[in-house]
């Protein structure tokens, strides 16, 4: 059967978004989605602690709209990684294992994890890797600094490697920045090399504000844009903040709408 999934670009606390692209989404199918996935930087705070535990600048330094959802709201079941902007001092207690609930009990939000892959509704699979990098990153380094906690180490690279070589073919594989290679100023080369070893149909990033659609062997690239209100203070195109797939019976992965 027939399985749809939304993917969903850098939210940075405007969950309103997340809405209206689930219910534009709906309106392309005659019905939900079966899931979404969302590429990092969601500033999905619960509060103040949260936010506390999240490197970003005073200007745009705000709790945002996740602590106001209730359950109902995110209409369909709902995965995020984390970006370079993301509460990760308390994501890092969580201890999974991975995806875990996060939020308020039955909002249907849950997060990913650092690093790994599983399969998705039964049918999608789907490996992830949380953060950017940075070469002199060093893991110990993130119980000083907030910023550090924003980098992935290589380990993690790995580990997603390895369980993604356990699930045997990836569909869909999530990060926040883009592969490198594909852009003069964006990109990380850990990914693409990632992108390169386990060769998904689909990789999903985001980070660099606007959408892109390239190819790296068999793999369709897409980098979603950041999400409208932020475009607008970004000064970005909103033109693929979102983008609609289904996952045919025959195995095939293919994009049915894009947020305009
Ligand atoms: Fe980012």
Known sequence: MTTTFLAIGDVHGYWSSVRTAISQSEGVLGRLPDFVLQVGDAEAHRNEDDLAGCHTSEKHRK????????PGDISAPMYFIGGNHDPYVSLDQLSGPFPVPWGIDGLGVSYLGRSGATK??????VAWLSGIYSSGADPSARQKSVKARGYFSLAEVAHTISEASDLGKIDVLVTHNWPGGLHPSLGDQPIRDLVETIRPQLHLCGHG???FVGNIGITTVHALAVVPPASIWWNHERFGW????????SGVIRCIGVGE
């Open 63 to 70: 709790v945002g709209e996740f602590r106001y959802l209730r």
């Open 209 to 211: 504000q606007d959408a």
């Open 242 to 249: 979102w983008r609609l797939y289904e996952k045919t019976d």
């Open 120 to 125: 998705i509704h039964d049918s999608v699979t």
